[in-house]
């Protein structure tokens, strides 16, 4: 099927056109990054105004793109939930009048779902693989038997990673979103002899927990006499990035372990983190397990991910009515067209 797909649960608008839920015919990202830099994170309200002012356009840029025609559609994906309410709804709306305006089909998919099944946009994975959600929401292991089949092993109790990131970027004055500056600094300083916690990774859970770290580097902070200058910056940076991969690797390994699984994809954006990739890389090198990351355009927020569920469920012929309506919270393990 030959599908656009679009996606705007945060910060981003995105508009896709993918044929077959596979191969990517133009993929396009309206990032609002600096329209939120000045807060220090999404302002919601704002967030939902920039989609509506930009959706209609980047949508005829996608077509464009892609060299299709409106009437060559077949159908519309569109992300559901969870995010920022006003924001999806901006999508789910153009996606609803789209689809009615064309006669095609229509499907909300979540938006998790699309980042763990990006990776199939680049290369065939098979199920069952261990999914590692890590974004600025999510940080959520699953078991993945096939599409729509999702069994959840474990979940941040409190913070995301990404959360973790851009809240300690802004205690370090380093701007937003923090994951891509504190990567940066991380690569090139080393941690000093710095060590901060690894909540929750003695014990025998699959759940993460990342608050305390970011309440270490706090608290470090506090303690200094003096604010601290760019180089002491860096190592905090490199030790707070130190621990959270530590975390997530050793956890995501013992997941697949703990459920016999040789496949690992690691997917969100979160997992554009070179330290992680790195890290993971190294540690499955050689070993039975396979690790998986897709290209840091498909990590990060994006609408063709949305395209392989879609296709998948549309060509069985499920879709979504036009009562169809955006969700703030919506577990993965809920999701019924499997
Ligand atoms: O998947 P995503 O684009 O949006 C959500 O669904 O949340 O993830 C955004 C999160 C932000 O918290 C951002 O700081 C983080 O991913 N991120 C990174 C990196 N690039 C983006 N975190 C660590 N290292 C990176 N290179
Ligand atoms: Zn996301």
Redesign the pocket.
């Known amino acids: 099927m030959l599908l656009l797909a679009l996606e705007s649960?945060?910060d981003?608008t995105a508009a896709a056109v993918v044929k077959d839920g596979r191969q990517i015919r133009s993929n396009l990202i309206a990032s609002q990054v600096e329209l939120h830099a000045v807060y220090g994170g999404v302002v919601p309200e704002l967030a939902s105004r920039r989609h509506l002012e930009v959706i209609n356009p980047l949508v005829e840029e996608a077509l464009s793109k892609a060299s299709v025609n409106k009437a060559e559609l077949e159908g519309i994906v569109v992300t559901r939930g969870p995010g920022l309410v006003g924001a999806l709804l901006v999508g789910v709306s153009f996606a609803k009048a789209f689809a009615y305006a064309l006669g095609i089909p229509l499907i909300g998919v979540h938006?998790i779902e699309g980042?763990i099944l990006a990776i199939q946009l680049e290369q065939q994975v098979d199920f069952p693989f261990l999914a590692a959600a890590v974004?600025?929401?999510?940080t959520h292991l699953y078991r993945v038997e096939g599409i729509g089949r999702y069994r959840l092993l474990g979940r941040t109790v409190d913070d995301a990673a990404?959360?973790a990131?851009?809240k300690v970027a802004k205690m370090l004055g380093l701007g937003y979103?923090?994951?891509?500056i504190?990567?940066k600094l991380a690569a090139t300083h080393d941690d000093g002899g710095i060590v901060f916690p690894r909540p929750l990774l003695k014990k025998n859970t699959l759940d993460f927990s990342f608050s305390g770290v970011k309440t270490a580097v706090l608290n470090y902070l506090h303690r200094l006499e003096n604010p601290p200058g760019e180089e002491l910056i860096g190592r905090i940076a490199c030790a707070f990035q130190t621990a959270v991969v530590d975390v997530l690797t050793q956890k995501i390994l013992r997941a697949a372990e703990a459920e016999n699984l040789e496949r690992i994809v690691v997917a969100?954006?979160?997992a554009?983190?070179?330290g992680l990739r790195q890290h993971l890389s190294r540690l499955t090198e050689g070993s039975e397990r396979t690790v998986y990351f897709p290209s840091p355009v498909l990590?990060?927020?994006n609408a063709a991910m949305l395209a392989v569920a879609g296709d998948y469920y549309l060509s069985r012929g499920a879709s979504s009515g036009f009562d169809l309506n955006a969700v703030s919270s919506w577990p993965l393990e809920q999701v019924v067209w499997g």
Not at 135 to 138: A, K, N, Q, T
């Open positions: 649960s945060c981003e938006h980042h974004s600025g929401g999510h990404g959360e990131f851009d979103p923090g994951g891509p504190i990567d969100g954006g979160v554009c983190n070179s990590c990060a927020d």
